[in-house]
C-alpha cells in the first residue's frame, strides 16, 4: 500500500499547509453515495459499500478531489469491530476493510492527479464517535454510559489499523462529548500519524452539555493534534465555536457543518432546509478556521464554493 497519492507526487506535511493557509475539505459521503444510487439504508452506512462496492467509495472521493478538495475523509466513519462482527464479518475481513478505505481515498487521489489536479491532495482516516456504531443516533448526544476507560479501549484497536494504513492524518470526527475526546486523545498516543478533533455541537457546547471551552482545551497541549474544531453541526454555530477553539488552544482549526438540515434519527432522513452557503466561509476563515469542508447533505458543488471563496 503506497503512502503517497502519487509515487512522483509526495504531498507535503498537511500541518504545515495549514501553518501556510486554508485548505479544502471534501462533503458529505454519504450523500454522494446517494446521488449515485447506493442504498445506505443500513447500520454500516456508506462503511457496507468497502465490502460490496469499493469502485463507488473511490468515485466518491473523486468527484470531491475534482471538485476542488484537497482532503479526503475515508468511508471508515462507522467501520468498527463490532458493527462488522453484528454483520458475520470477522476481524481480519474487518481490519482489511479498515485499511481498504485509505486505499481507496489514495486510489481516487491517484486518479485525480492523473486528470489533472496539480495541488496536493490528502488523506484523512475517519474515526467515528462510539455512537456512530449503534446507529441510533445517539453520537448527537453522547453521555454513552460508558468511562473513559472503556471508550479507549472501543476506539484504540481500530485506530491502530486505520494508522498502519498511513493517512495523512486521523480524523477523530463528530465527537458529542468532553469525555469521548479525552478517550479518543489517549488512544492516538503513539500511533506516529497526526490528528484533528472535531466535536459536533449545538450552540457553544458539545452535544453532551460541556463549554467548548473545557472540550477544546483537552487538546490544547496535544501534540498530536494538528487542528480542532466543529463537524456535523448547523451551519450557524461555526463561527462561535471556531472562536473559542483558535482562542483555547493556539492550533488551526477545522470545521465541516452539516447542510443546516436537522436529522431524525428515528426515520432516518433529513429534515428542513439548507442553510449552508459559500458565503459564510470568509468569516470562518477570519476566525481562524484553516480546514474548512462540509459535512452531511454538503456535496460537490458546495465543495466548488468553498474553493472558488478561500481561493478569492
Not at 503517497?4 to 501556510?20: G, N, Q, V, Y
Not at 442504498?39 to 452506512?45: F, G, N, T, V
Not at 486518479?111 to 474515526?127: E, Q
Request: aromatic share 6%.
Amino acid at each position: 500500500m503506497t503512502s503517497h497519492t502519487s509515487p512522483s507526487r509526495p504531498s507535503p506535511l498537511l500541518a504545515d499547509a495549514l501553518a501556510a493557509g486554508a485548505v479544502v475539505l471534501d462533503g458529505g459521503m454519504s450523500n454522494q453515495l446517494e446521488s449515485a444510487g447506493h442504498d445506505l439504508s443500513d447500520e454500516l452506512w456508506s462503511a457496507r459499500l468497502l465490502a460490496e462496492r469499493p469502485e463507488a467509495v473511490t468515485e466518491a472521493h473523486l468527484a470531491y478531489y475534482l471538485a476542488g478538495a484537497s482532503v479526503a475523509i475515508t468511508s471508515s466513519y462507522q467501520a468498527t469491530f463490532e458493527g462488522f462482527r453484528k454483520r458475520g464479518i470477522g476481524r481480519d475481513e474487518a481490519a482489511r476493510l479498515l485499511g481498504l478505505s485509505v486505499e481507496l481515498a489514495r486510489e481516487a487521489a491517484r486518479k485525480a492527479h492523473g486528470a489533472g489536479v496539480a495541488r496536493p491532495l490528502w488523506v484523512a482516516a475517519s474515526v467515528g464517535p462510539y455512537g456512530a456504531m449503534l446507529a441510533d443516533g445517539s453520537e448527537y448526544r453522547g453521555r454513552y454510559g460508558l468511562g473513559v476507560d472503556e471508550l479507549e479501549r472501543f476506539h484504540r484497536p481500530r485506530m491502530e489499523v486505520l494508522a498502519a494504513a498511513a493517512p495523512d492524518v486521523l480524523a477523530l470526527e463528530t465527537v458529542p462529548d468532553a469525555d469521548e475526546a479525552a478517550a479518543l486523545l489517549r488512544a492516538v498516543r503513539g500511533l506516529g500519524v497526526p490528528a484533528w478533533l472535531s466535536y459536533t455541537v449545538e450552540g457553544l457546547r458539545t452535544r453532551a452539555g460541556q463549554p467548548l471551552e473545557e472540550a477544546f482545551g483537552l487538546a490544547a497541549d496535544a501534540d498530536e493534534v494538528i487542528a480542532v474544531g466543529v463537524n456535523c453541526c448547523a451551519p450557524q454555530d461555526v463561527r462561535g465555536a471556531v472562536e473559542i477553539a483558535a482562542r483555547v488552544t493556539g492550533k488551526p482549526v477545522v470545521v465541516y457543518p452539516n447542510s443546516g438540515e436537522a436529522w431524525d434519527a428515528r426515520a432516518r432522513a433529513w429534515r428542513g432546509r439548507t442553510t449552508f452557503g459559500a458565503g459564510q466561509v470568509e468569516a470562518w476563515r477570519e476566525a481562524g478556521a484553516r480546514l474548512i469542508g462540509g459535512c452531511c447533505r454538503v456535496g460537490p458543488e458546495a465543495v466548488t464554493g468553498i474553493a472558488g471563496a478561500l481561493a478569492a
